[in-house]
C-alpha cells in the first residue's frame, strides 16, 4: 500500500489535471477531492485485500467497482468541484480505469 498510494495520487492526479483543464472545471478543488478519496478507498482497498487474500482477483474486481462509486459520489458531493452526477461518474470511472490499468503492470 505505501508504494501503490504514491503512484495512485499521481497518475490520477494528472488525469484529473487534464480533465478539470479540458472541461473547464476547479483544478485545485478536483485534485484534493481526488487526493481525500484515495487516502479513504486505496485504505478500504487494502483491508479488504488483506482480509479476503485467497480471493485476490475477485476481491480486487469487487473493490474497485465499489472505489469508482464511492468517488464518484465523493466528487458529486463536493459541490465545489462544479461536477453533476454523470460527470462525476465519468470522471471517476477514467481515473480508476488509469490508475488501475498502469497499476497492473508496475511491479509493485
Avoid: D, H
Avoid at 480533465?19 to 478507498?41: Q, R
Avoid at 465519468?90 to 488509469?98: E, Q, T, V, Y
Wanted: hydrophobic share 55%; aromatic share 16%; with cysteine.
Amino acid at each position: 500500500m505505501i508504494y501503490s498510494l504514491p503512484i495512485t495520487i499521481l497518475i490520477e492526479g494528472l488525469v484529473c489535471l487534464g480533465y478539470s483543464i479540458g472541461n473547464k472545471k476547479p483544478i485545485l478543488s478536483i485534485f484534493i477531492t481526488s487526493l481525500l478519496a484515495n487516502l479513504i478507498t486505496q485504505s478500504l482497498l487494502w483491508i479488504a485485500l488483506n482480509i479476503f487474500f485467497q480471493y485476490y482477483l475477485l476481491t480486487l474486481f469487487i473493490a474497485e467497482i465499489l472505489i469508482w462509486l464511492i468517488e464518484s459520489l465523493i466528487f458529486y458531493r463536493f459541490r465545489f468541484n462544479q461536477l453533476s452526477m454523470k460527470e462525476s461518474i465519468l470522471l471517476s470511472l477514467i481515473i480508476n480505469l488509469s490508475s488501475f490499468g498502469i497499476g497492473w503492470f508496475l511491479p509493485i
